[in-house]
């Protein structure tokens, strides 16, 4: 298990040493003078089936924070689609700039011929910074591209799916750790309401949850004040509050040991990936402050479970009731932890990690 934080991408042993730690299988580097497009498509292991995972666009602050991000995000996406019980691998993709002002039709067009060289290896969806629509311009030169408009024949949005999986997860760790998974009356911290956290707020709101929120976008803030009566907070006193559960449901790295020693909540359950800045300290250190932690790239899986139906041919309530599934995974995971005396993310790992070494081995076999 790597920790990839510590790790310098780009040392001085080379990338190639670097793809060898963390396991991966291809990196690939995608440049266009053209239409500005810089990208890269990073697949981990595809033992189980094509990698796929969503295309991220971002204005990173180096190429470095680019390529740590991509490598941390493929191998999420290997687990998640592991222990979902998906024939998947894992694989992610990062398109380097602001999507506000390089945003084009060439640039995803141009970016979906790179992904079309892979052979179908890799399979790309939408991501923080892209959507639906930039998918269908990846579409017109690659098949390998789903989370296409439902006019398309495509699963539209998955950040519902993703929202009520979270959901999910987030009840199936109350039960754990308070005997039901009634949310009636529980303070919840959402930090982060995009188009996931956003559909998470509307099902909290619904069973009657106490809500508070932050987020950098002030309309956002104001719309689910309006919405939800969700009470604003800044980011850093989110932390802090003495609360029941904290969903993070923004970008990675939120959980580290500055972080985890303001928490006052029980649970920490939230749709971001890569929550943990440090995968074995700092889930140790939320099982040492008895906060129960559901795995990020367990509970956030729906989006993922929700594409991949597309493969063959889309059904939402397929997508749904596969989802469903999540909450029983939850609570076998954190009876598992409590068995073993060990934290949730080293349980979760060893699980997804052991379906993959099966199915190798049974493929050597044949």
Same mark, same amino acid.
């Given at each position: 298990m790597i920790d990839v934080k510590e790790k310098t991408i780009l040392n001085d042993a080379g990338i190639f040493d670097t793809m060898t730690e963390f396991e991966h299988e291809q990196i690939m580097f995608c440049s266009d003078n053209a239409s500005g497009l810089k990208a890269i498509i990073a697949i981990h292991n595809t033992v189980l089936g094509p990698g796929l995972g969503g295309t991220r666009f971002y204005n990173y602050k180096s190429e470095n924070d680019a390529i740590k991000d991509v490598l941390r995000l493929s191998r999420g996406m290997t687990y998640k689609a592991s222990i979902s019980g998906l024939n998947?691998? $894992?694989? %992610?993709? /990062? /398109? =380097?700039?602001?999507? *506000?002002? /390089? %945003?084009?039709?060439?640039? +995803? &067009? &141009?970016? $979906? &011929? +790179? =992904?079309? *060289?892979? #052979? #179908? %290896?890799y399979i790309t969806a939408e991501d923080v910074g892209t959507t639906t629509s930039d998918m269908e311009y990846i579409s017109m030169e690659t098949q390998h591209v789903v989370g296409l408009p439902e006019i398309k024949g495509g699963g539209g949005d998955p950040s519902p799916v993703t929202a009520y999986g979270v959901y999910l997860g987030m009840k199936a760790a109350a039960k754990h750790t308070y005997g039901n998974d009634s949310l009636n009356g529980k303070t919840i911290a959402v930090q982060g309401i995009g188009k996931v956290g956003y559909n998470l707020i509307e099902l909290l709101h619904k069973e009657g949850a106490k809500i508070y929120v932050t987020d950098i976008n002030e309309d956002n803030l104001k719309k689910a004040n309006t919405d939800f009566n969700a009470i604003s907070v800044n980011n850093e006193d989110i932390f802090s509050l003495d609360i029941d559960i904290f969903a993070p449901c923004a970008m990675g790295a939120v959980l580290n040991s500055n972080t985890i020693n303001k928490l006052k909540c029980s649970i920490v359950a939230g749709a971001a990936n890569n929550q943990l800045e440090n995968e074995d300290e700092h889930g140790s250190m939320l099982k040492t402050k008895d906060i129960v932690y559901v795995p990020d790239f367990l509970i956030n899986a729906g989006g993922l479970i929700n594409v991949y139906s597309e493969v063959n041919g889309y059904n939402k309530k397929i997508a749904f009731a596969q989802t469903e599934k999540i909450y029983y995974t939850v609570l076998d995971i954190l009876s598992k932890a409590e068995k073993e005396n060990t934290h949730t993310q080293k349980a979760a790992i060893a699980i997804a990690e052991n379906r993959i070494k099966q199915i190798m081995q049974l493929k050597s076999t044949i």
């Open positions: 998947l691998g $894992g694989a %992610k993709a /990062i /398109i =380097i700039g602001d999507p *506000n002002r /390089i %945003k084009s039709e060439a640039l +995803f &067009r &141009r970016f $979906g &011929r +790179f =992904i079309d *060289n892979l #052979g #179908g %290896k």
